[in-house]
């Protein structure tokens, strides 16, 4: 049996359909994606990848089905689909995930086609598993499938927790141990034992401080959607087809962008951290509602309306309006005074923390610094707030 170091989890452990996982090609790719992407320019140490998390996915998911009371073919599935649950990320993770959903449709976690198409769906069969079964579990649907992606999967026991030890803060050290130790099945489905509903709340405050300090921090949110228009532009024209684009490591398409010469700027940007800045950074409650949570086509032609007004290229102005924060960590399922309930209707924290999720919420407008004072005039103006 396979030993690998880590280091989060010391020592993990892999079994032989793990280890044949692992070689193949869609895997490696993973050491060249990084887990946080444009984190890494708020918090240079977080430059930990998808690969090292996908270890740590898999060794949770295997202590976990170690103590679960399951057959053996289902807990070889479940290893499985927590080793290549992220297999289907594209360049950037998150930070590129939008623009590949709109040219092909997929999300990240609909992996089927990739199992089918490369050697991954071979290895499956050759060690007893149906790759169909596996990419449903990664998809969070079949038996136990949310132990995978579910409001308290292994995948967010890891992340939390990898996350806080790379960049340095505290803030998402869950004491995921416990977590696992609690896991119970009851009627069918993942809960947590009597007595854990502070367990639970603890990934839930985790996950909140870790949004506010490192995930969308605006720093990172600003890269991603300097990333996010230098995608689109590179699709649009044509330039690299979307399976290609979606199969692409975080270098090969800062080389891309870097190569075309509309992208080129923007590429340049990122590479030197020479970043837009905040016109705007407008509270939840000072947007007006029709400006929240926008869809791509509405964003565009805003970002229209406010560079013709600025007198300023359309290129230069960027509108980010996020959707409304959600909270998966609340509808986790305890078992308290002997019935299952969800976390949200028996803790007096979730409420609370759903606010403090309301209050980090920033509508953001980002350009050049040469022409912020026109771009945050113009967006005042347009989005109806106050500059």
């Known amino acids: 049996m396979t030993t690998i170091k880590d280091s989060v989890h010391d020592y993990i452990e892999l079994e032989p359909t793990a280890e044949a996982l692992l070689d193949t090609a869609p895997m490696q790719r993973l050491r060249y994606v990084r887990q946080l992407s444009t984190v890494q ?19 949770l998911a295997d ?77 969070g649907r079949g038996p136990l499938g949310e132990l995978v992606a579910g409001s308290l999967d292994v995948d967010r026991m890891d992340y939390l927790v990898r996350d806080a030890h790379h960049t340095g803060v505290p803030y998402g050290t869950i004491d995921h141990a416990r977590l696992l130790y609690s896991l119970e099945i009851v009627d069918g489905e993942l809960a947590l034992e009597a007595g854990n509903v502070a367990t639970a709340e603890s990934a839930l405050i985790a996950r909140t401080l870790m949004n506010a300090t490192v995930y969308r921090h605006h720093v990172s949110r600003i890269a991603g959607s300097m990333l996010d228009r230098a995608s689109e532009r590179l699709l649009a024209d044509g330039v690299v087809d979307p399976e290609r684009f979606a199969r692409l490591t975080d270098a090969e398409l800062l080389a ?26 407008v509270r939840r409650e000072d947007v007006p509602t029709r400006f929240r949570g926008l869809d791509y ?40 005074d002997g019935e299952l309930q969800r976390l949200e209707d028996r803790s007096s924290l979730v409420a609370g923390l ?34």
């Open 354 to 387: 759903d606010a403090c999720a309301r209050e980090i919420w920033r509508l953001g407008v980002y350009a050049p610094e040469d022409v912020l004072e026109p771009v945050r005039e113009a967006a005042a103006t347009v989005l109806e707030v106050d500059g």
């Open 41 to 59: 320019f708020v918090y240079p140490s977080a430059n930990h990848t998808r690969f090292e998390h996908s270890l740590g996915v898999y060794h």
């Open 256 to 281: 891309t962008l870097t190569e075309y010469e509309r992208t080129a700027e923007l590429a340049t940007r990122i590479r030197e951290r020479t970043l837009y800045k905040r016109a705007l950074w």
């Open 297 to 336: 086509d509405r964003t565009r032609t805003l970002e229209r309306e406010i560079a013709e007004l600025a007198d300023v290229s359309p290129e230069t102005v960027i509108l980010d309006s996020p959707g409304d924060p959600s909270a998966p960590e609340s509808r986790a399922r305890v078992v308290v």
């Open 63 to 139: 202590e976990a089905v170690e103590r679960l009371p399951i057959d053996d073919e289902l807990a070889r599935r479940l290893r499985a689909a927590a080793l290549v649950h992220d297999v289907g990320h594209g360049p950037f993770g998150h930070q590129t995930e939008a623009a590949i959903e709109r040219h092909l449709g997929r999300h990240h976690d609909e992996i089927g086609w990739l199992l089918e198409e490369t050697d991954l769906g071979a290895v499956l069969e050759d060690h007893g598993l149906d790759p169909e079964a596996v990419a449903a579990t990664v998809d």
